[in-house]
């Protein structure tokens, strides 16, 4: 995956960490084009550096500041390869910042990584 400048002291991909996974994320296209529908590829380790295989979720989203989802509704296409996957139909309508929660689903209930950054005139069309 390559680097891009996201915001002030962050470059693509995005990574988030936590006691069970390590979550690494970015737009299949870059820079983002407001309005237009894309998708994303989440990279997903055990702390071990392991792949995370066979993870189901939702994904859901918006701008907390603005009390507002995502206007779209994006979901999980495919594990492309092991613990590498891609959700297809993310939309952004603004600048500012954003999440993405991928929320676990049927056997993968206990899985939750949100995934937090900032769209400015850098990084989006």
Known sequence: ???HPLFAGTALPISVQSANYNVNAA???FPITLNNIHSWLIIIDAPSGHPVEDLEF????GMPEH?????SQPKLIDE???GKYIIDGVKF??????QIELIGINNSSDFYQKIE???DHDNAN
């Open 117 to 119: 950054f900032d769209l």
């Open 27 to 29: 737009p299949e296209d």
């Open 93 to 98: 309508n603004m600048y500012g910042k954003w």
């Open 58 to 61: 939702t994904v859901k989203g």
């Open 67 to 71: 009390q507002h989802g995502l206007p």
């Open 80 to 82: 492309i390869n092991p």
């Open 1 to 3: 995956m390559l680097t």
